[in-house]
């Protein structure tokens, strides 16, 4: 008997012999043959990006200013801190529902996490917070890898100058690393372990605390004013009811309603004064274009940003409705019937969040004022008693943006401040708002389509799905410190009713539901699951053969680099792989259509 339990028993196996067999040219092989495409030519995308922004913001050619051993530093704790809020928030509404007395001894500082969250309506105030945080994150991100046309001597890696405008200055090179290592990695591992994300200090003093302070200023509660306005159309009684109670002290709640609507009016008339003088980025960037132009692209950005997010929740709670009701309204129906075919849903919400993260980037390009501005004057000379023959002096005079001083915009201007404060109050959250109350109606506007494909296409492309791997190698390494939930609830109460609650998705109440019965957001329905719906390769297996893989490209290209042929070798190579890629793929769609 005893032989028999000794051999069954397995030792267990030291690291290195765990990834010793990753190692044996036929498992490098196969999972090569085996794994999706996109996820090979999203991994050097993203390494090529983050190679050139480690260029500009370490030889000290961004627009921060400072040496570049600090400006590299401070860039990675953004993006460190953008992935706590995206992380913490993934897990707190995964958590709602689950009693937390169950990890209260196992995870203490979880527990905290959870109790203060969940304390009377924390989790919506959060929740506002947390956006406003994020976008702010995602500004200053993009203020300290946007390049500075007066310090660049020359391009990185001598790219040319059309890929330089084109994706450098845009900051799609800012975007597509923010979007895989900022947020998509730390939403998808905190959807699997929840409670061991949550069990850190500094998520409850520095992530928590800090958007609940957020809140507590009060420069988003002109989200309220429009939400009361909702619910007065809209609202149900209980609704109305549980309004008034959460706002507490009616001097207290309007006194900072007062002080949004001040803030919001001048950030406006921040923006405005700038973009029709042409003192913005969008300016430096586009000296050809007229200033208004820069206010166009302004609007249609915001309004694409509030379309993403309004219509994301208009699915969600679309999700809930009677067939038969969503029938009544044409629109609605063709954009649900697209959205909740096969894993569109899923595919959707990838799109929206690459789509979403572009477009902040953009803005902070558009709305960020340039420093130093000066204006040219002109004044006549008069000598004596007579006014000479027009002779004219040029003088180079300093000013500000409606006369707010140097300090205030090196502060609050240069960086985009006042944009991320417009980008929040009005295209992210009240776009939910709207959308929470009339989703129907919001999902079925015309020109709706248009936004649903574009995020459909833009998951498809795949420029993203390097997150995944990512996330499972750092899940690996976390090693105990990072498990699934399943390891710490399986078996209670609560896990069973988390299982019965969350098939394949985790739903939460967002700040938005108070206007009807409460329909909830499934704001991690993409997390549960690869992108597409498609597992290739087996977790540990793609984790670490990826990174493998992903130094010896690494090491390959820094030798590449060094010259501006290999660089294009690299990137023509990628378009090759690319388009031959649609190309098969049209060919057989049309194919199977014709069948």
Not at 112 to 139: E, M, P, W
Not at 315 to 320: C, H, P, S, V
Not at 442 to 451: K, T
Not at 567 to 591: E, G, K
Request: net charge neutral.
């Amino acid at each position: 008997m005893a032989t028999k339990l000794a051999a069954e028993e397995k030792p267990e196996l030291s690291l290195s012999q765990q990834l010793s067999k990753y190692f044996k040219p036929r498992t490098l092989f196969n999972t090569l043959l085996d794994t999706d495409i996109r996820y090979w030519y999203s991994a050097a995308a993203v390494a090529f990006c983050f190679a050139i922004l480690f260029v500009i913001v370490g030889k000290e050619e961004s627009k921060i200013g400072i040496h570049g051993v600090p400006a590299v530093l401070i860039w990675w704790f953004m993006l460190f801190y953008l992935s706590c809020l995206e992380g913490t928030q993934a897990a707190l509404v995964a958590l709602q529902h689950i009693d937390p007395e169950v990890y209260r001894t196992s995870h203490p500082h979880a527990y905290k996490c959870a109790t203060l969250g969940f304390k009377g309506n924390n989790l919506d105030k959060y929740i506002i917070g947390r956006q406003f945080s994020v976008v702010f994150v995602v500004f200053m991100i993009g203020y300290c890898t946007s390049y500075d046309a007066d310090k660049m001597e020359n391009n990185p890696f001598d790219l040319s100058d059309g890929f330089r405008d084109s994706m450098i200055k845009l900051g799609f090179v800012s975007a597509l690393t923010t979007i895989v290592v900022g947020q998509l990695i730390s939403q998808i591992v905190a959807s699997r372990c929840n409670i061991d994300y949550l069990n850190y200090r500094f998520q409850y003093y520095a992530v928590i605390s800090v958007c609940l302070f957020m809140e507590f200023i009060g420069l988003m509660h002109f989200v309220y004013l429009i939400q009361k306005v909702v619910v007065q159309i809209k609202g149900t009684d209980e609704a109305k009811k549980k309004q008034m109670k959460n706002q507490g002290n009616p001097f207290f709640f309007w006194g900072r309603v007062v002080l949004s609507t001040g803030v919001l009016a001048l950030c406006l008339a921040i923006v405005f004064d700038s973009l029709f003088r042409g003192d913005t980025g969008y300016a430096a960037t586009f000296p050809d274009m007229p200033n208004y132009s820069g206010l166009i692209f302004f609007m249609l950005l915001c309004g694409l940003v509030h379309c993403t997010e309004g219509l994301q929740v208009a699915l969600f709670a679309m999700q809930k409705m009677d067939p038969e009701e969503i029938k009544a309204h044409a629109g609605a129906q063709a954009n649900a019937a697209v959205a909740f075919k096969g894993n569109n849903l899923q595919a959707f919400l990838i799109g929206r969040q690459a789509l979403t993260a572009l477009s902040m980037f953009i803005l902070s390009l558009i709305t960020s004022v340039q420093a130093d501005l000066t204006k040219t004057s002109t004044s006549t000379l008069i000598n004596g008693t007579e006014i000479s023959s027009g002779t004219l002096n040029t003088v180079e005079e300093g000013y500000t943006i409606l006369g707010l001083g140097n300090t205030f915009s090196s502060m609050f201007l240069e960086n985009g401040l006042v944009g991320a404060v417009v980008l929040t109050i009005c295209a992210s959250l009240s776009g939910q708002v709207i959308a929470s109350a009339f989703p129907l109606g919001f999902c079925g506007l015309p020109g709706m389509w248009i936004v649903l494909d574009a995020c459909l296409l833009v998951e498809f492309i795949g420029l993203t799905h390097f997150s995944w791997p990512l996330a499972d190698g750092v899940q690996k390494l976390m090693g105990k410190y990072m498990q699934d939930d399943e390891v710490y609830l399986h078996g209670s109460k609560e896990f069973a009713r988390k299982e019965r609650i969350f098939p394949d998705v985790r739903e939460t109440e967002i700040m938005t539901t108070q206007v009807t019965s409460k329909p909830e957001s499934i704001v991690l329905y993409l997390y549960t699951r690869r992108a597409g719906g498609t597992t290739v390769v087996a977790v540990d297996e793609f984790g670490v053969v990826t990174v493998i893989v992903m130094a010896v490209t690494v090491i390959v290209k820094s030798y590449l680099l060094n010259s501006i042929k290999g660089c294009l070798l690299i990137v023509m190579l990628f378009d090759v792989v690319i388009l031959s890629y649609v190309t098969c793929f049209a060919l057989s769609s049309f194919w199977h259509g014709c069948k």
